[in-house]
């Protein structure tokens, strides 16, 4: 069983900073991507940030610049840095996993944290 923990999360001053964590533990044999969704009420969840791969990285467009992705993958752990946060940062963030359970299969599932919420303030 795999699941995924999330940290970080918390209510901070729009212009502060903020680090997420999420770390994916159980029985499985590799990840492939990791990253992080957002949802804020009334709207839906949308992608923030991924990680692959060496160190491939993409960003949504209104966070680039702000945030930034890394992954310790000895720990099965990815980050996501927020520097100068925005009230419209405001919202849930989920982190994902894509997930290889074994060597006798190709399947890849993704798998979800619980979310943590991110508040910034005006």
């Known amino acids: 069983q795999v699941k995924l923990v999330e940290s970080g999360g918390d209510l901070v001053q729009a212009g502060g900073s903020l680090r997420l964590s999420c770390a994916a533990s159980?029985?499985?044999?590799?990840?492939?991507?990791m990253g992080w969704y957002r949802q804020a009420p009334g709207k839906q969840r949308d992608l923030v940030a991924r990680?692959?791969?060496?160190?491939?990285?993409n960003y949504a467009a209104s966070v680039k610049g702000r945030f930034t992705i890394s992954r310790d993958n000895a720990k099965n752990t990815v980050f996501l840095q927020m520097n100068s946060l925005k009230p419209e940062d405001t919202a849930i963030y989920y982190c994902f996993a894509d997930i290889r359970s074994s060597s006798y299969s190709t399947t890849i599932n993704r798998y979800w944290g619980q979310g943590t919420q991110v508040t910034a303030s005006s």
């Open positions: 159980g029985n499985f044999l590799d990840i492939n991507v």
């Open positions: 990680i692959w791969g060496a160190s491939s990285t």
